[in-house]
């Protein structure tokens, strides 16, 4: 299911964008998506986020957490016990996949296992030669240009 917004605007007067285009127009959900396991996304500050997996009954080892280019793939796969015979099995622990979409310059400083959840701290950093500067106009041709950084406030 596709969204009905017009993008169309937004392409005359942004460079570099169609990615995000891309990923508004598909945004909706897919029905009969697996919900599993719930998770909760938090903003921690200006560029710190954190994600929260319920994963009770994994260990470290039965998870997987791979950081690819702009993606966030998290894996879970329980080691199967023959021994046990069940007469109730209600406890969800079925292999999963869930991923996430990460922005540019978005790294992950750390990941632990705490009490069943999954706490991955993630930061976005953008490189220094990437922030804005301020370009001087240069009126006399004797003299050397200088560029100075804007602080974020300015910007």
């Known amino acids: 299911?596709?969204?009905?917004?017009?993008?169309?605007?937004?392409?005359?007067?942004?460079?570099?964008?169609?990615?995000?285009?891309?990923l508004l127009e598909n945004a909706s959900p897919p029905q009969n998506a697996d919900n599993w396991p719930p998770y909760d996304i938090a903003k921690h500050g200006e560029d710190?986020?954190?994600i929260v997996l319920a994963v009770a009954g994994f260990d470290e080892d039965e998870l997987t957490i791979t950081h690819e280019p702009n993606m966030l793939v998290?894996?879970?796969a329980k080691t199967e016990n023959d021994e046990a015979q069940y007469l109730h099995h209600g406890l969800a622990l079925r292999p999963f996949v869930r991923r996430f979409e990460l922005a540019d310059h978005v790294t992950i400083v750390r990941a632990k296992l705490e009490n069943g959840l999954l706490i991955i701290d993630l930061k976005k950093e953008i490189p220094e030669e990437m922030k804005p500067r301020r370009i001087a106009i240069n009126v006399d041709t004797g003299k050397?240009?200088?560029?100075?950084r804007i602080e974020?406030?300015?910007a």
């Open 1 to 22: 299911m596709r969204t009905n917004l017009d993008f169309s605007p937004f392409y005359r007067s942004s460079i570099g964008f169609d990615r995000i285009f891309t």
């Open 144 to 148: 050397k240009a200088e560029s100075k």
């Open 48 to 50: 710190t986020y954190r």
């Open 74 to 76: 998290i894996e879970g």
């Open 152 to 154: 974020n406030a300015a």
